[in-house]
């Protein structure tokens, strides 16, 4: 596959990384496994890419149009942002079936290491995620066929 160069929003990126920290806290707090469940499903449709994704109707629809955020396009591989989502989703995933079987523990350590991945991304502009789709490409696995721009 080319490594033709495309671009990503990385305000559109932010404002879903504020959301899950935001919405983890709260069903943390209101310990709610259906809270986890939506915001997997959220993580799960960015990670496809889909058009009706939560995240990126909120930002495109109602924080975007307001001027309330700004865009901040940059030349970058969604694939890898995309990765980083459904490794979220996964995790969100395991995490609302640990709690509805009775394995708060577990439910919320797995919610708790995405809050953390998250922050990290948000405040420290780390993804790990995407760290770990650029292994998995130098290492030849795959379906990880891009490779980073610099």
């Known amino acids: 596959m ?46 496809l890419d889909s058009p009706a994704a939560p995240y990126r109707l909120f930002y495109q629809r109602a924080l975007k149009p307001t001027g309330v955020v700004k865009p901040n396009v940059i030349n970058d591989n969604p694939e890898p942002h995309h990765f980083a989502m459904l490794v979220g989703a996964l995790f969100n995933g395991l995490a609302t079936v ?42 030849g696995v795959p379906g990880f066929d891009r490779t980073p721009l610099h």
């Open 98 to 139: 640990a709690l509805l079987a009775g394995a708060p523990i577990l439910g919320w350590v797995l919610v708790g290491i995405v809050v953390v991945l998250a922050n990290l991304n948000f405040w420290a502009n780390f993804c790990l995620g995407c760290w770990m789709y650029y292994q998995f490409n130098r290492l």
């Open 2 to 47: 080319s490594d033709k160069l495309r671009k990503v929003d990385q305000t559109g990126l932010k404002v879903g990384q504020a959301a899950t920290i935001i919405l983890l806290i709260l069903a943390f707090v209101i310990d709610s496994p259906l809270l986890v469940a939506l915001v997997a499903l959220a993580q799960l449709l960015g990670g």
